[in-house]
């Protein structure tokens, strides 16, 4: 199938272009509205953005592949990041990542994203959240959990309708 | 009106600057600046200054002809500047020298610029260990694999390993596997788990082939070299990522399994693909022919080559090739048809024979083809060839030698010119003997198919009227070839002869570069270099005698040819003189 | 007893405060970006002349601001380096890719009081002559990005930002960009390649020094968050005023992100040095002691790539006595004053000023486990020492910490780490990466040790238990 832009999306595109001298540094932002719009980055999608910055193909590619955030496939309708580093492993972050991936059916022991067999959620254990002080500390899409109890956690995936 | 030959194209460069360093505890003098990958002239580097105090620093990722990008890190080196006090004068040693204050940190010598009165230690422990570190870490998730490795003999991981490498690995953990035998293009192949992600394949692709084809996916020990998926690596310098290789991650599919490097015998010699002449070495073992490598002249090729005329070569090991000399169909010696052409040309009356010889023979060639072409009055041409041209080395003009037949006065500024002539001669019956070299003259346009099995260079031979219903009309007809063709079936004399990988003689390249090439492999059969059965018959014809050796025929012409005035055989070198064209 | 000093967050946590531009201005926001476009050419002795920027710029060094980023160099010295000669536009970056694990002060002031960071930098911009800056926040933080951007569009309503700023002829434009998920974006030229849209890999120095060569080639100034809001602050009040914050050569204050097993983790701004690592971790205002019934096992003083300091630890700290000459005192880890020398001197560094804190609770291999699985997962994998080495040194300690280790791995971690810090690599990530292994092994080695020898023994056993069993097996069908 092939990638389908929306015009919201060229004319985002097409503005964050202008914040730029050079062409090849919006990159990374395209990338990001892309995946905003369709969660997920497709081969045909690293070409639309290659051609739309005068670029090749891998050049786009090296920056898809290098960046966790940015996903190759599709993900699951919530995507969970539940920190992993020190501070809040201190606080408890394996145990609340074991919760999740137990309640949900996933690999407590995988650490990259794994998505549930009904494509609603995507968990991954990520690195530091930079907000270290209230561990442990989670993300669902771009909302940020502070403090996440096992309590908080079962909250937080009941919410996710 | 004789011109001399030059070295050098260009005007003499403004001087640079000097400065003095010391390369472990040896003071030498350095040019301040130094032709950077591009050729502009930028800070010398520490690397640099330790090649020309003749220090070997080892490296990966360091090419002279790329980009530096530091990132392998095996030349790191210790280094030292003279100390300054806080009124910012040097401080002196009480013995009157300048006080070094040494670098508490190393430095890359590839990307570190050199400055007056810098001391660079590559011998220290400190810096063997280094070495040792970054190797270590090289060969942990390296598959050790050197037994099947096509690498194996001329890989820079083996070489570091006896100076720095350990008798055993400590390391016990399980190693980072990526794909292997991955087919990267047409022409190459991948084993990610032998990269060392030095990043020369991407650099020459993106900086010199101008096709910026490959990258590195994923992160940290994950990386891998790639192309985009679904757009293979295919433009006309792949080939050259092998050579820059390091390592044994890419190979040539065409090299691949077919031989160990250190059995080949490397001959030097020159590309004949196009006009551009590109320097050559030709991996030979046991008469046969392996491989072409590009090797270094800044002057023609830098250090690279395309891939059509690197792969050009299979043709030499044709199994019909002409091996035999023929008369009237039938087996014959050397000896035979040489006397009974020669006694066919003395009684040949002024103007009734032509030449056409071919723009792939060699300079010597050709100037004796001139003895004959002037004792018997003879109309000459040549064919021309030509083809597509990048803007890197591929010259559309595909003969080799166009401007050595020129010079010698085969043929003239616009190439063909006479070819009308001479087939309006053989119709009307004034020309009776046509004496051709190398060229197929029934083959009229010539198809791309037809051309590849001799060729993978494409390239356009005009039509001139030469057919073989006119050549059939010749009392003589005398072909000398290397591979059989229709114009060799029509011939009442076929003279085998030999590939430029046979024997040896020289080239003018399309700016006038003189460069010589060196026997790599025996030619097959009864076949005879040209410019040695041409020596004969030069001899028999005209009388003039002398030269049995390519050294003393090359000179000779040196002489005698005026491009040529002053050129010694020896002193052509392994990378050639320009001459005024 | 050491207390709070608010400059940076002086507002951020009152009750009501939020982070738009008209409750920034309400609380005297962008005063000080008015007053440094007023700023008059000042006539010097020599007859030269000294414009607004270059005051400002003076007035950076005088008040001896030093980064708040992790390397603590001055800011003054880093704007003085910058190619003002090339003629290619001058751009300035703030690195807001806050990603030093510990550290969570860049979030507070970006979410809370984005106009701050918005004015110190269109202020850093005025003073280096800069017409196009960015902000690169970290991909994790989307909402701070909306928050920012929002901030920018108010400021470009208001005129502080665009074309001719308040009628100056000073022009600006900022924007945000994102990052997506790496660590080595905080290094200042793999921050400058992700931006250009490359992989962030790291450049070498020589000879891209970003001063010089940075952003598209062009002489660049990458400054931290806390920095750029530094800049505002020592304009209003002026460098030698805000010099007297802090301790000498330690100036201003730093917000502290303290995290792990005290009773109240938190960001605490203090004036830089005023306050001891004792205070900051069981003052009642800090950090209010460690949870009942536990023992002080380590601390990382600076972030995670900061070198271990363990409990009770002694170091030889130079001070002056009362006439002034300088004294080596035997100072324990928890007293050293919390600053950028102090630490230095301790063998460790204030880094990003984020304490994490490590009770008796703590098994110290797993830790250390922990931020080496975080820094194999970062490393960029440009050079060989770090790609290798990081991967290497965490897959011996997931061996470690999962039944599978040997008593000679400390010594084993300890040489893989030794490869990699101390110039060998492009960038600092390779410190990072080894000098917790480093000090980890060397202050608690006994219990790496421990733990290698207790699964050396326990498999010993496992393979004796098989042919144990056989042996018996074979003796009863004899009999």
Same mark, same amino acid.
């Given at each position: 199938?092939?990638?389908?832009?929306?015009?919201?999306?060229?004319? %985002?595109?097409?503005?964050? $272009?202008?914040?730029?001298? !050079?062409?090849?540094? &919006?990159?990374?932002?395209? #990338?990001?509205? @892309?995946? %905003?719009?369709?969660?997920? $980055?497709?081969?045909?999608? !690293?070409?639309?953005? &290659?051609?739309?910055?005068? #670029?090749?193909? @891998?050049?786009?590619?090296?920056?898809?592949?290098?960046?966790?955030?940015?996903?190759?496939?599709?993900?699951?309708?919530?995507?969970?990041?539940?920190?992993?580093?020190?501070?809040?492993?201190?606080?408890?972050?394996?145990?609340?990542?074991?919760?999740?991936?137990?309640?949900?059916?996933?690999?407590?022991?995988?650490?990259?994203?794994?998505?549930?067999?009904?494509?609603?959620?995507?968990?991954?254990?990520?690195?530091?959240?930079?907000?270290?002080?209230?561990?442990?500390?989670?993300?669902?899409?771009?909302?940020?959990?502070?403090?996440?109890?096992?309590?908080?956690?079962?909250?937080?995936?009941?919410?996710?309708? | 009106?004789?011109?001399?030959?030059?070295?050098?194209?260009?005007?003499?460069?403004?001087?640079?600057?000097?400065?003095?360093?010391?390369?472990?505890?040896?003071?030498?003098?350095?040019?301040?600046?130094?032709?950077?990958?591009?050729?502009?002239?930028?800070?010398?580097?520490?690397?640099?200054?330790?090649?020309?105090?003749?220090?070997?620093?080892?490296?990966?990722?360091?090419?002279?002809?790329?980009?530096?990008?530091?990132?392998?890190?095996?030349?790191?080196?210790?280094?030292?500047?003279?100390?300054?006090?806080?009124?910012?004068?040097?401080?002196?040693?009480?013995?009157?020298?300048?006080?070094?204050?040494?670098?508490?940190?190393?430095?890359?010598?590839?990307?570190?610029?050199?400055?007056?009165?810098?001391?660079?230690?590559?011998?220290?422990?400190?810096?063997?260990?280094?070495?040792?570190?970054?190797?270590?870490?090289?060969?942990?998730?390296?598959?050790?694999?050197?037994?099947?490795?096509?690498?194996?003999?001329?890989?820079?991981?083996?070489?570091?390993?006896?100076?720095?490498?350990?008798?055993?690995?400590?390391?016990?953990?399980?190693?980072?596997?990526?794909?292997?035998?991955?087919?990267?293009?047409?022409?190459?192949?991948?084993?990610?788990?032998?990269?060392?992600?030095?990043?020369?394949?991407?650099?020459?692709?993106?900086?010199?082939?101008?096709?910026?084809?490959?990258?590195?996916?994923?992160?940290?020990?994950?990386?891998?070299?790639?192309?985009?998926?679904?757009?293979?690596?295919?433009?006309?310098?792949?080939?050259?990522?092998?050579?820059?290789?390091?390592?044994?991650?890419?190979?040539?599919?065409?090299?691949?399994?077919?031989?160990?490097?250190?059995?080949?015998?490397?001959?030097?010699?020159?590309?004949?693909?196009?006009?551009?002449?590109?320097?050559?070495?030709?991996?030979?073992?046991?008469?046969?022919?392996?491989?072409?490598?590009?090797?270094?002249?800044?002057?023609?090729?830098?250090?690279?080559?395309?891939?059509?005329?690197?792969?050009?070569?299979?043709?030499?090991?044709?199994?019909?090739?002409?091996?035999?000399?023929?008369?009237?169909?039938?087996?014959?010696?050397?000896?035979?048809?040489?006397?009974?052409?020669?006694?066919?040309?003395?009684?040949?009356?002024?103007?009734?024979?032509?030449?056409?010889?071919?723009?792939?023979?060699?300079?010597?060639?050709?100037?004796?083809?001139?003895?004959?072409?002037?004792?018997?009055?003879?109309?000459?041409?040549?064919?021309?060839?030509?083809?597509?041209?990048?803007?890197?080395?591929?010259?559309?003009?595909?003969?080799?030698?166009?401007?050595?037949?020129?010079?010698?006065?085969?043929?003239?500024?616009?190439?063909?010119?006479?070819?009308?002539?001479?087939?309006?001669?053989?119709?009307?019956?004034?020309?009776?003997?046509?004496?051709?070299?190398?060229?197929?003259?029934?083959?009229?346009?010539?198809?791309?198919?037809?051309?590849?099995?001799?060729?993978?260079?494409?390239?356009?031979?005009?039509?001139?009227?030469?057919?073989?219903?006119?050549?059939?009309?010749?009392?003589?007809?005398?072909?000398?070839?290397?591979?059989?063709?229709?114009?060799?079936?029509?011939?009442?004399?076929?003279?085998?002869?030999?590939?430029?990988?046979?024997?040896?003689?020289?080239?003018?390249?399309?700016?006038?570069?003189?460069?010589?090439?060196?026997?790599?492999?025996?030619?097959?059969?009864?076949?005879?270099?040209?410019?040695?059965?041409?020596?004969?018959?030069?001899?028999?014809?005209?009388?003039?005698?002398?030269?049995?050796?390519?050294?003393?025929?090359?000179?000779?012409?040196?002489?005698?040819?005026?491009?040529?005035?002053?050129?010694?055989?020896?002193?052509?070198?392994?990378?050639?003189?320009?001459?005024?064209? | 007893?050491?207390?709070?000093?608010?400059?940076?967050?002086?507002?951020?946590?009152?009750?009501?405060?939020?982070?738009?531009?008209?409750?920034?201005?309400?609380?005297?926001?962008?005063?000080?970006?008015?007053?440094?476009?007023?700023?008059?050419?000042?006539?010097?002795?020599?007859?030269?002349?000294?414009?607004?920027?270059?005051?400002?710029?003076?007035?950076?060094?005088?008040?001896?601001?030093?980064?708040?980023?992790?390397?603590?160099?001055?800011?003054?010295?880093?704007?003085?380096?910058?190619?003002?000669?090339?003629?290619?536009?001058?751009?300035?970056?703030?690195?807001?890719?806050?990603?030093?694990?510990?550290?969570?002060?860049?979030?507070?002031?970006?979410?809370?009081?984005?106009?701050?960071?918005?004015?110190?930098?269109?202020?850093?911009?005025?003073?280096?002559?800069?017409?196009?800056?960015?902000?690169?926040?970290?991909?994790?933080?989307?909402?701070?990005?909306?928050?920012?951007?929002?901030?920018?569009?108010?400021?470009?309503?208001?005129?502080?930002?665009?074309?001719?700023?308040?009628?100056?002829?000073?022009?600006?434009?900022?924007?945000?960009?994102?990052?997506?998920?790496?660590?080595?974006?905080?290094?200042?030229?793999?921050?400058?390649?992700?931006?250009?849209?490359?992989?962030?890999?790291?450049?070498?120095?020589?000879?891209?020094?970003?001063?010089?060569?940075?952003?598209?080639?062009?002489?660049?100034?990458?400054?931290?968050?806390?920095?750029?809001?530094?800049?505002?602050?020592?304009?209003?009040?002026?460098?030698?005023?805000?010099?007297?914050?802090?301790?000498?050569?330690?100036?201003?204050?730093?917000?502290?992100?303290?995290?792990?097993?005290?009773?109240?983790?938190?960001?605490?701004?203090?004036?830089?040095?005023?306050?001891?690592?004792?205070?900051?971790?069981?003052?009642?205002?800090?950090?209010?002691?460690?949870?009942?019934?536990?023992?002080?096992?380590?601390?990382?003083?600076?972030?995670?790539?900061?070198?271990?300091?363990?409990?009770?630890?002694?170091?030889?700290?130079?001070?002056?006595?009362?006439?002034?000459?300088?004294?080596?005192?035997?100072?324990?880890?928890?007293?050293?004053?919390?600053?950028?020398?102090?630490?230095?001197?301790?063998?460790?560094?204030?880094?990003?000023?984020?304490?994490?804190?490590?009770?008796?609770?703590?098994?110290?291999?797993?830790?250390?486990?922990?931020?080496?699985?975080?820094?194999?997962?970062?490393?960029?994998?440009?050079?060989?020492?770090?790609?290798?080495?990081?991967?290497?040194?965490?897959?011996?300690?997931?061996?470690?910490?999962?039944?599978?280790?040997?008593?000679?791995?400390?010594?084993?971690?300890?040489?893989?780490?030794?490869?990699?810090?101390?110039?060998?690599?492009?960038?600092?990530?390779?410190?990072?990466?080894?000098?917790?292994?480093?000090?980890?092994?060397?202050?608690?080695?006994?219990?790496?040790?421990?733990?290698?020898?207790?699964?050396?023994?326990?498999?010993?056993?496992?393979?004796?238990?098989?042919?144990?069993?056989?042996?018996?097996?074979?003796?009863?069908?004899?009999?």
């Amino acid at each position: 199938m092939s990638f389908q832009p929306t015009p919201e999306l060229e004319a %985002e595109v097409n503005e964050l $272009i202008t914040h730029y001298p !050079v062409k090849r540094a &919006a990159s990374l932002m395209v #990338l990001h509205a @892309i995946q %905003e719009q369709f969660g997920w $980055i497709s081969s045909e999608a !690293v070409q639309w953005t &290659a051609k739309k910055l005068e #670029l090749q193909p @891998i050049n786009v590619f090296e920056i898809l592949t290098f960046y966790p955030m940015l996903r190759q496939e599709p993900q699951g309708k919530y995507a969970i990041k539940v920190c992993r580093t020190l501070s809040c492993a201190l606080g408890g972050a394996y145990e609340l990542h074991h919760h999740f991936c137990e309640k949900l059916g996933l690999d407590a022991h995988k650490h990259g994203p794994q998505t549930t067999k009904d494509g609603k959620f995507t968990v991954e254990f990520v690195e530091c959240l930079a907000s270290c002080g209230t561990a442990p500390v989670m993300m669902v899409g771009d909302k940020f959990y502070e403090g996440v109890s096992h309590a908080k956690a079962d909250e937080i995936v009941g919410g996710c309708k | 009106m004789s011109t001399a030959a030059t070295t050098e194209t260009k005007p003499a460069a403004p001087a640079i600057e000097k400065i003095k360093v010391k390369v472990d505890g040896r003071e030498i003098e350095v040019p301040r600046l130094t032709a950077d990958w591009s050729g502009k002239l930028t800070p010398t580097t520490m690397i640099q200054a330790c090649e020309l105090a003749k220090t070997d620093v080892p490296h990966y990722c360091w090419h002279p002809k790329l980009p530096v990008v530091g990132n392998c890190r095996m030349c790191l080196v210790e280094f030292g500047t003279p100390a300054m006090g806080p009124d910012r004068k040097p401080v002196m040693n009480p013995d009157g020298t300048p006080k070094i204050a040494k670098s508490p940190r190393p430095a890359i010598s590839c990307a570190t610029p050199i400055s007056p009165g810098m001391e660079i230690y590559t011998k220290t422990p400190a810096v063997k260990q280094m070495r040792e570190g970054v190797l270590e870490s090289l060969l942990i998730n390296h598959p050790l694999d050197c037994p099947i490795c096509d690498q194996a003999g001329e890989c820079k991981l083996q070489e570091y390993s006896v100076d720095y490498g350990q008798s055993a690995s400590r390391f016990v953990e399980a190693k980072v596997h990526k794909p292997k035998a991955v087919d990267l293009g047409p022409r190459i192949m991948l084993d990610a788990e032998r990269c060392i992600l030095c990043t020369r394949c991407i650099r020459f692709t993106r900086d010199i082939a101008g096709d910026d084809a490959l990258g590195i996916i994923n992160r940290g020990s994950y990386n891998t070299i790639a192309t985009f998926p679904g757009m293979p690596f295919d433009n006309n310098y792949t080939l050259n990522t092998v050579d820059v290789c390091p390592v044994g991650a890419l190979t040539s599919k065409d090299f691949r399994f077919q031989m160990r490097a250190w059995f080949l015998k490397e001959t030097k010699s020159v590309c004949t693909s196009c006009a551009t002449g590109c320097n050559i070495l030709i991996g030979s073992r046991e008469e046969k022919i392996y491989r072409y490598t590009p090797r270094d002249n800044d002057a023609v090729n830098a250090s690279w080559m395309c891939d059509a005329g690197r792969l050009n070569y299979k043709w030499i090991g044709r199994a019909d090739r002409l091996k035999d000399v023929l008369v009237r169909g039938q087996k014959s010696t050397w000896t035979a048809a040489l006397n009974e052409i020669s006694d066919k040309l003395k009684k040949a009356p002024a103007g009734s024979v032509a030449i056409i010889a071919s723009a792939r023979q060699t300079n010597e060639e050709l100037w004796l083809l001139s003895k004959l072409k002037a004792k018997l009055s003879a109309i000459s041409d040549s064919i021309a060839r030509s083809g597509a041209e990048d803007k890197l080395l591929v010259c559309d003009d595909k003969n080799p030698n166009i401007n050595g037949a020129r010079l010698t006065g085969m043929c003239f500024t616009e190439v063909g010119i006479n070819l009308v002539k001479i087939a309006d001669g053989i119709e009307s019956g004034k020309i009776k003997t046509l004496i051709v070299f190398g060229e197929n003259l029934v083959k009229h346009g010539v198809s791309a198919k037809t051309l590849s099995e001799k060729e993978t260079v494409s390239e356009v031979v005009e039509q001139h009227g030469l057919t073989a219903e006119l050549l059939a009309k010749l009392d003589t007809l005398i072909v000398s070839d290397i591979l059989p063709n229709e114009t060799t079936k029509l011939a009442h004399y076929v003279l085998p002869g030999c590939a430029h990988a046979e024997k040896r003689g020289s080239f003018t390249n399309t700016n006038g570069r003189v460069q010589k090439f060196m026997k790599a492999v025996e030619a097959p059969g009864d076949a005879r270099a040209e410019w040695e059965f041409l020596h004969d018959l030069v001899h028999n014809v005209t009388g003039q005698n002398g030269f049995v050796t390519i050294e003393g025929l090359f000179n000779q012409m040196a002489k005698e040819v005026s491009a040529f005035n002053g050129l010694t055989w020896s002193a052509l070198g392994d990378t050639g003189v320009t001459v005024q064209i | 007893m050491a207390q709070e000093y608010k400059l940076i967050l002086k507002h951020a946590d009152e009750p009501g405060y939020t982070p738009d531009i008209e409750c920034y201005l309400r609380h005297g926001g962008y005063d000080a970006l008015k007053k440094a476009l007023a700023i008059q050419p000042k006539d010097l002795a020599d007859g030269k002349k000294l414009s607004g920027a270059e005051q400002i710029r003076e007035d950076v060094k005088v008040s001896g601001l030093r980064g708040r980023g992790g390397a603590g160099f001055s800011c003054g010295l880093k704007w003085s380096f910058v190619d003002r000669k090339s003629g290619k536009p001058i751009y300035l970056i703030c690195n807001a890719d806050e990603s030093e694990p510990g550290t969570f002060k860049d979030r507070q002031i970006m979410h809370k009081d984005p106009h701050q960071l918005i004015e110190g930098m269109i202020i850093s911009c005025f003073a280096n002559d800069v017409k196009l800056a960015y902000i690169y926040i970290r991909g994790e933080m989307p909402e701070g990005a909306k928050i920012l951007n929002r901030a920018i569009k108010e400021a470009r309503a208001k005129n502080f930002l665009g074309k001719n700023i308040l009628g100056t002829g000073y022009d600006l434009e900022i924007y945000v960009h994102r990052g997506a998920g790496a660590y080595i974006c905080g290094e200042e030229t793999g921050l400058i390649e992700s931006l250009e849209g490359k992989r962030p890999y790291p450049r070498i120095k020589p000879p891209y020094f970003p001063a010089i060569l940075g952003l598209w080639m062009c002489p660049t100034i990458v400054n931290n968050v806390e920095t750029l809001c530094n800049v505002k602050h020592i304009v209003a009040m002026g460098g030698a005023e805000f010099a007297k914050l802090g301790t000498p050569n330690n100036t201003g204050t730093r917000i502290v992100s303290l995290s792990g097993h005290v009773k109240r983790p938190g960001y605490y701004e203090i004036e830089v040095g005023k306050a001891t690592l004792r205070e900051l971790l069981y003052d009642k205002n800090f950090g209010g002691g460690l949870l009942d019934g536990r023992q002080l096992k380590a601390i990382i003083p600076g972030g995670s790539s900061s070198k271990v300091l363990k409990a009770g630890e002694k170091f030889k700290l130079k001070k002056k006595d009362a006439e002034g000459k300088e004294i080596l005192v035997e100072t324990d880890m928890l007293d050293l004053p919390y600053d950028f020398d102090s630490l230095a001197q301790a063998g460790t560094m204030s880094g990003s000023s984020a304490i994490i804190v490590m009770d008796d609770s703590v098994d110290i291999v797993k830790a250390l486990a922990n931020l080496s699985e975080f820094y194999a997962h970062e490393s960029c994998g440009q050079c060989t020492p770090c790609r290798e080495g990081s991967l290497w040194m965490n897959k011996t300690l997931q061996r470690l910490t999962h039944g599978e280790g040997r008593a000679q791995d400390a010594d084993y971690l300890v040489k893989i780490a030794d490869n990699i810090p101390g110039g060998r690599t492009i960038c600092a990530f390779g410190e990072a990466c080894s000098w917790p292994v480093q000090s980890f092994v060397a202050k608690f080695k006994d219990e790496f040790v421990a733990k290698g020898a207790a699964d050396e023994a326990r498999r010993a056993k496992e393979i004796s238990a098989p042919a144990d069993a056989e042996q018996k097996q074979l003796e009863a069908a004899h009999h």
